[in-house]
């Protein structure tokens, strides 16, 4: 029996309203142009049904998918410099003055520990010799009167006095040698040699410790005085992050925390460390606390010594729920995602769901609404897009 068109009319607007999505990107018009027109977008509300043909849905690369796990975090925004241990740096002063030679390093380059940097030479390292070996000869009678003066008094034949008087003169005397004896190692002369009567020209400045030197302030010819630096040497082995603190903060910070850093002007190069210590009196300038923070091994080969960091301290680490952050549009200042309702040979249905986002990270936002699924993660922009 043929329907009446006015029942067949009712029948049709009774059914779900549908709304098909159109683009705005005039090659995804032209595409769908020989296609059969759809309805143009209205304005929505949650309850009504959003479709997408499976043209639209290919052509775009609209993806469904679930709400996955993620750790998110709270963080603690500070910033610091990178600065050596106090055993990874070294100052290298002359302690004896002198004429330089045989200087073959510069600044930037690495040295190991021993490594002779440049040479003194001079009267005075030739008069130091000079000194000692006096203070060796001098010693050594001394020593003898002493030994001398001990057996008299044993044998009742000198007085007690002139025994204190060898005692002090041996005591002076040993000391004399004995400071002499340690500036000769210290500038790395062999105090056995020089007794013996080998005198040397000129001694050794050698480097302390293994690292690179970031200062070598010294030439060839050049004078240099007494305890003047020469050179300093950083051990990059050794390098770590001290942070400033807002005293507002530094109750939340705690040994073991991770902290993620970088250099303002590299932004995508993140930087790992952790914190190790925390500084327990506050700057009365800045009203920040000192921590420290030890870097990870492979991150200190591509830092600086001196180097600016912006600094986040990771607290309140925990496992969430994260969708993409595309994913989720707002309207009214409510956040929504399309979650798939029905679908078919030629279509796509959708409806508008209502979430509760927490912290976002990385490009995933937490999802504080449960029991979602097949949600569209990548795509939702095209329906904002048509709106």
Known sequence: MRVPYDTFKNKQFNRMKRIYLHFAIIGLMLMFASCNSK???????????????????????????????DTVYDEIRTNGFIRPAPNGEAQITALVEGQVSGVKYAAGNYVEKGTVLFKVGGNKVINLQNDYIKACAQYDLAKQELDRISL?????????????????????????????????????????????????????????????????EVSNGQFIEQQTTAARIVDTNKLRLVLNVFEKDVQQISPGQTVKFYDPDRKTQTHSAVIRSIGRSIDNNSKTASCIAEIDNADRLHLLEGMYAESNIIINQREVLVLPDEAIFLENDQSFVLVKSNENDQDIEFKKVAVKTGQSHKGMTEIKTPGLSNVLIKGAYYYQTAE
């Open 152 to 216: 008299l008094v044993k044998d009742n034949i000198s007085a007690r006095k002139d025994l204190i008087l060898a005692q002090s003169n041996y005591k002076i005397a040993m000391a004399e040698k004995q400071s002499l004896q340690a500036l000769l190692k210290a500038i790395n002369l062999d105090a056995e040699k020089v007794e013996a009567g080998t005198i040397n020209s000129f001694y050794n400045v050698n480097a302390t410790i293994s690292g690179h030197l970031t200062s070598f």
């Open 39 to 69: 309805t143009e977008t209205s304005t929505t509300t949650e309850s009504e049904a959003i479709v997408f043909t499976r043209q639209q849905f290919d052509a775009v690369g609209m993806k469904i998918g679930e709400p996955i796990t």
